[in-house]
């Protein structure tokens, strides 16, 4: 068992930015194929940059969690708690890093406009417009995002029944400023 008995600063103000933006991201791209194009073009730049930021500070968390050892389970989760924790964590990492590379390509491919990140990073001119790839693209960025919307309500979920069904210190030890 390890002997961490909380995440370290950095690792908890990634956690949240990168949670919170993603929840957001996920809440608002739902809506965005409904809108008109013209408003669709210009939410998809914000959208765009947002998802190069999450591409790069899940870079960042990738290195600092392979480099970092973090707190070992509690005494209070069973072997298939503590499993499923495991298995939920780095399927979050995965489809985190995968769900800004397939919106990137998505973009490289799309017909209907130029998505251009911060306004700068060009990510249509990456390639030429191919109505077939955008489509496979926006398909798996659509299934991906699903996939992480029902994580991150199993992750919450799990967060909440730790904090007040079993009233151990996992959700606190995540809490920027908590004390397990």
Do not use: C, N
Not at 40 to 52: A, F, K, P, V
Not at 141 to 164: C, P
């Amino acid at each position: 068992m390890s002997e961490i008995v909380k995440y370290g600063a950095t690792f908890k103000w990634l956690h949240w930015f990168i949670g919170i933006v993603v929840i957001l991201m996920l809440i608002f791209g739902r809506s965005l194929e409904s809108l008109p194009l013209s408003e669709r073009e210009q939410i998809i730049m914000g959208h765009s940059g947002l998802g190069t930021i999450v591409l790069l500070l899940m870079l960042l968390r990738w290195g600092w969690r392979l480099t970092h050892e973090p707190p070992g389970a509690l005494e209070t989760m069973t072997v298939f708690q503590t499993r499923a924790s495991k298995i939920m964590h780095w399927t979050l990492y995965v489809l985190l890093l995968l769900q800004p590379v397939f919106g990137i390509f998505q973009a490289m491919f799309i017909t209907d406009y130029q998505v251009i990140a911060f306004g700068v990073i060009d990510y249509s001119g990456l390639a030429a417009a191919d109505e077939g790839m955008e489509k496979i693209f926006h398909v798996l960025h659509g299934v991906t995002a699903t996939v992480i919307s029902v994580l991150v309500i199993g992750h919450i979920g799990a967060a909440f029944y730790h904090h007040f069904h079993q009233k151990d210190s996992v959700m606190k030890r995540m809490i920027p400023f908590g004390k397990p």
